[in-house]
């Protein structure tokens, strides 16, 4: 992958990661992610860098789902809340 596809993949599973935060389900699942410090914007970073990052990122998006059920995470009122003011027409009946 090119440099510019990995970081928007990077962009791609951060957005994931506030979703969850936002939401409240997020409960240590990203602190590694934080302490590496690098971030979607930091373009500077290598590309090496923001590969560890998305390593990091899926660790936790996966430590979440291992957690949780996808039925537990659809019924999460919090969850809906967050969707909802982001993208609400993924919201309608």
């Not at 389900?25 to 971030?39: C, M, P, R, S, T």
């Amino acid at each position: 992958m090119h440099k510019e596809e990995i970081i928007l993949l990077h962009l791609t599973l951060y957005n994931i990661k506030k979703l969850f935060e936002n939401a409240g389900i997020a409960n240590g699942h990203f602190k590694a992610y934080d302490e590496l410090g690098v971030q979607p914007v930091h373009i500077h970073k290598s590309k090496t860098e923001h590969k560890k990052a998305i390593s990091l990122l899926c660790k936790g998006i996966s430590e979440i789902f291992r957690e949780r059920s996808p039925e537990d995470l659809i019924e999460s009122e919090n969850l809906k809340f967050v969707i909802e003011s982001i993208a609400p027409e993924l919201c309608e009946p």
